[in-house]
């Protein structure tokens, strides 16, 4: 708090002082009160005031000055009431009692979007859950009846999976924490079950598959992992429709960890766009070329691959192909859970 801004707030009290000692001094005069009796009382007078006024200065200077230097440091601003001391002048304390009322009522307003937020997400689950039953129906009626256009309503069938996916592992991903199980798993295995879900993709649309040793032990959420990898996938195959299109996936391990590649050569991205594939609802011109998208699924794999402690990245020229790589880090933390085992 600055010494000009407090003396323009407390104008009026000084303005009173001065016309009151004044009108002291003439009453003095007139009386023909002695000047050592002047000179006491005005020196009492005014070192009074004076300290009284310096020492209410500096008590509120701490405060505020406190109060704003705390409020600067702090990058959740709403904790600042916690950290703040109980002040000792009227004023203070007024503030300080409405941000404490104002701290309470936020909380309670906060708890009670958690809630409506938590029941919004525990019915999603349900619902996701619920609609899974009839689309495996589905699917095995197709299978018992094979009609004409089967291949077609398979395929419509399979991307309304991975959409009811999306919105689950979606409505999942804010709390996923509660839901990882990190353990050692086999990246040969993760990969086998994502290539046996999309195997009639792969004949549907005449892709070629080249999967290269990818048999080597990770440390993940094999689930997690599992929906990361159908979402590339879906998103080559989906991408990749011309003829020899082919599909490559294939691992490398250096001094940073294992990597895995899923390359193909699809109609790639434009390199303006690179920089934004993992952003939120982004399309991308390729969205916009009859290509049903959302732009929610690169965004939901880079969320969940920070939340796993793995990397993913993409590469990609127009026209020629994609490539998008995970990378699993080497972690202490796991060689010595590993020993102890």
Not at 162 to 172: E, G
Not at 175 to 195: A, H, P
Not at 213 to 237: G, M
Not at 249 to 267: A, V
């Amino acid at each position: 708090m600055k010494w000009t801004r407090y003396l323009k707030d407390r104008f009026l009290y000084l303005f009173s002082f001065i016309c009151f000692y004044f009108l002291s001094l003439y009453l003095f005069y007139i009386f023909r009160v002695s000047f050592l009796c002047v000179f006491l009382i005005s020196f009492f007078f005014l070192f009074s005031f004076l300290f009284w006024f310096l020492y209410d200065y500096f008590k509120k200077k701490h405060f505020y000055d406190d109060l704003m230097a705390k409020l600067e440091r702090l990058p959740q601003k709403y904790l600042l009431v916690e950290l703040l001391e109980r002040p000792s002048f009227l004023e203070g304390e007024l503030l300080y009692q409405v941000l404490i009322e104002s701290d309470k009522d936020m909380n309670e307003h906060i708890k009670t979007y958690q809630r409506k937020q938590k029941n919004f997400k525990e019915y999603l689950e349900l619902w996701v859950h619920e609609i899974k039953t009839p689309l495996a129906r589905c699917f095995l009626l197709l299978h018992q009846n094979r009609q004409p256009h089967a291949k077609e309503l398979e395929q419509a069938l399979m991307e309304i999976e991975n959409h009811v996916d999306q919105v689950l592992y979606y409505a999942r991903s804010e709390v996923s924490e509660k839901d990882y199980y990190i353990r050692k798993v086999n990246l040969k295995t993760i990969v086998n079950k994502v290539m046996v879900r999309n195997q009639d993709a792969f004949i549907y649309r005449k892709i070629h598959l080249e999967l290269h040793d990818v048999d080597t032990d990770i440390y993940t959420d094999a689930k997690w992992l599992e929906f990361i990898l159908n979402q590339i996938v879906q998103n080559s195959l989906k991408y990749c429709d011309k003829e020899e299109g082919r599909i490559v996936i294939s691992k490398e391990i250096d001094s940073n960890g294992t990597k895995l590649s899923i390359w193909d050569n699809g109609i790639g991205i434009k390199k303006e766009e690179l920089p934004r594939v993992f952003e939120k609802s982004f399309t991308g011109s390729n969205g916009r070329l009859g290509k049903v998208s959302t732009g929610i699924g690169l965004f939901i794999c880079k969320n969940l691959c920070e939340k796993l402690g793995h990397q993913i990245t993409i590469e990609s020229k127009q026209n020629e192909y994609t490539k998008v790589v995970i990378t699993f880090g080497n972690n202490p933390y796991y060689d010595v859970i590993e020993r102890n085992e």
